[in-house]
């Protein structure tokens, strides 16, 4: 009998254990507590940006294919592809032989024509000389005749006046005179302009072949516009080149530009001189900075959309940036500083009023508000707010126990304790 209480009295215990057991569980698995997340974001001053986004491929604004102006064999190649030029550097050169030769023989023919043009100008010289003298003597001469002339008048009344002295003087003084006009014509016939002037025609043609033989010369040569970067080399020591040969492609890549297509949705706003962000694909980290150069007036219609061709050009401070490469592109199109601002996602909508959730006393209070300019980020809060005050910008309500697995159909943020 007692063997028999003390199985009842053990029994009893294991049922009162799975009793107990059973209610804990059952207990455990009531939701016990809810809690509200809230993530807020307070109302201050700053910048406002509004940009555009567009995406296009990076170019050269200036690139020049440059070729002989005469034919010939490629003598030298003097850079390779990817290399930086100055401007005025030689670049490639062809053979020069025979050009060398013309240059050679029209410098001796220069020096032949001037030597002959100094000689015709000396002999010029001297004969100016004579002519001189001559007209020296002449002028003796003829106050000589007159001297003579004079004294002969004087007794020319006399009937003996063919005997005299000054008679026989005038005769002498007539032929001095004579003698001496004859000897300044010829003198004077010996001076030649025109062989000094066909000698000085003579002299300039040679000058000119000379000028002409050296330009020969230079066109063998190819030479750097301008500053800049070796895009491209045809050629190679021997090879026959043209005219019409690209030798090679020479970029400035100081100065590139990004072409992109605008919506017309977005293309009113956007203006001449407008700076833009800009980001590449193949430089990641780094950022550089566009300008809008041009418009185009006529836009393109593509699958039903409108869009706008716009050229900005971009300022590669460090060289990094080649042609080519993917660009990404914010266009900065309307900018405000110092305003009163908040977040665009803390702003709701409810048909023409603007309204926002703000924090007051550990409340949750609905506040319209009167929004201004709207920005990638933040929006313009004109009136209804002030400075400091802390908005709502999500709030999340969730309900949990002390577990860690989902009750079904109750959505992610409901738990129970297994």
């Given at each position: 009998?007692?063997?028999?209480?003390?199985?009842?009295?053990?029994?009893?215990?294991?049922?009162?254990?799975?009793?107990?057991?059973?209610?804990?569980?059952?207990?455990?698995?009531?939701?016990?507590?809810?809690?509200?997340?809230?993530?807020?974001?307070?109302?201050?001053?700053?910048?406002?940006?509004?940009?555009?986004?567009?995406?296009?491929?990076?170019?050269?604004?200036?690139?020049?294919?440059?070729?002989?102006?005469?034919?010939?064999?490629?003598?030298?190649?003097?850079?390779?592809?990817?290399?930086?030029?100055?401007?005025?550097?030689?670049?490639?050169?062809?053979?020069?032989?025979?050009?060398?030769?013309?240059?050679?023989?029209?410098?001796?023919?220069?020096?032949?024509?001037?030597?002959?043009?100094?000689?015709?100008?000396?002999?010029?010289?001297?004969?100016?000389?004579?002519?001189?003298?001559?007209?020296?003597?002449?002028?003796?001469?003829?106050?000589?005749?007159?001297?003579?002339?004079?004294?002969?008048?004087?007794?020319?009344?006399?009937?003996?006046?063919?005997?005299?002295?000054?008679?026989?003087?005038?005769?002498?003084?007539?032929?001095?005179?004579?003698?001496?006009?004859?000897?300044?014509?010829?003198?004077?016939?010996?001076?030649?302009?025109?062989?000094?002037?066909?000698?000085?025609?003579?002299?300039?043609?040679?000058?000119?072949?000379?000028?002409?033989?050296?330009?020969?010369?230079?066109?063998?040569?190819?030479?750097?516009?301008?500053?800049?970067?070796?895009?491209?080399?045809?050629?190679?020591?021997?090879?026959?080149?043209?005219?019409?040969?690209?030798?090679?492609?020479?970029?400035?890549?100081?100065?590139?530009?990004?072409?992109?297509t605008v919506a017309e949705v977005d293309i009113a706003r956007i203006k001449a001189g407008q700076t833009a962000q800009v980001t590449l694909d193949a430089l990641t980290g780094k950022t550089y900075t566009a300008q809008v150069l041009t418009i185009g007036p006529v836009g393109t219609v593509t699958q039903g959309v409108v869009n706008y061709p716009v050229t900005l050009s971009v300022v590669n401070t460090d060289g990094a940036i080649k042609p080519g490469m993917t660009a990404n592109l914010a266009i900065s199109i309307e900018q405000r500083e110092n305003v009163l601002r908040i977040p665009s996602r803390a702003v709701r909508a409810q048909?023409?009023?603007?309204?926002?959730?703000?924090?007051?006393?550990?409340?949750?209070?609905?506040?319209?508000?009167?929004?201004?300019?709207?920005?990638?980020?933040?929006?313009?809060?004109?009136?209804?707010?002030?400075?400091?005050?802390?908005?709502?910008?999500?709030?999340?309500?969730?309900?949990?126990?002390?577990?860690?697995?989902?009750?079904?159909?109750?959505?992610?943020?409901?738990?129970?304790?297994?």
């Amino acid at each position: 009998m007692k063997r028999d209480a003390i199985v009842m009295f053990i029994l009893t215990l294991i049922i009162a254990g799975f009793a107990g057991s059973f209610v804990w569980q059952r207990n455990s698995a009531t939701v016990s507590a809810a809690s509200v997340r809230v993530q807020t974001a307070l109302v201050e001053r700053g910048t406002i940006a509004a940009t555009v986004s567009a995406a296009g491929n990076v170019s050269t604004v200036k690139s020049t294919s440059l070729t002989f102006q005469v034919a010939g064999k490629v003598a030298q190649v003097n850079v390779v592809m990817g290399d930086q030029v100055k401007a005025g550097q030689v670049l490639m050169q062809l053979d020069t032989t025979d050009l060398q030769l013309s240059l050679r023989t029209a410098r001796a023919n220069l020096a032949s024509q001037q030597a002959s043009y100094d000689a015709s100008v000396q002999k010029n010289a001297q004969n100016n000389n004579q002519l001189i003298i001559s007209k020296t003597q002449l002028e003796k001469a003829r106050i000589a005749l007159e001297q003579a002339q004079g004294a002969y008048n004087q007794i020319a009344w006399r009937g003996d006046v063919g005997l005299t002295t000054q008679a026989t003087n005038l005769r002498n003084a007539t032929i001095e005179y004579e003698s001496a006009l004859a000897s300044y014509k010829m003198t004077e016939a010996t001076i030649n302009d025109s062989a000094l002037k066909t000698a000085a025609a003579e002299l300039e043609k040679d000058k000119i072949a000379l000028e002409q033989a050296q330009r020969n010369l230079d066109k063998t040569k190819i030479v750097a516009p301008y500053d800049g970067f070796i895009a491209t080399v045809n050629l190679n020591p021997g090879d026959s080149a043209g005219t019409n040969t690209a030798a090679i492609v020479l970029a400035d890549l100081n100065a590139l530009q990004v072409k992109v297509t605008v919506a017309e949705v977005d293309i009113a706003r956007i203006k001449a001189g407008q700076t833009a962000q800009v980001t590449l694909d193949a430089l990641t980290g780094k950022t550089y900075t566009a300008q809008v150069l041009t418009i185009g007036p006529v836009g393109t219609v593509t699958q039903g959309v409108v869009n706008y061709p716009v050229t900005l050009s971009v300022v590669n401070t460090d060289g990094a940036i080649k042609p080519g490469m993917t660009a990404n592109l914010a266009i900065s199109i309307e900018q405000r500083e110092n305003v009163l601002r908040i977040p665009s996602r803390a702003v709701r909508a409810q048909g023409n009023q603007r309204t926002v959730t703000i924090m007051y006393k550990g409340q949750s209070i609905s506040m319209p508000i009167v929004t201004g300019m709207s920005g990638d980020q933040y929006i313009e809060v004109v009136s209804g707010l002030r400075e400091g005050d802390q908005i709502v910008l999500q709030q999340t309500t969730t309900r949990q126990t002390g577990g860690g697995l989902a009750v079904p159909g109750a959505g992610p943020n409901f738990v129970i304790k297994p």
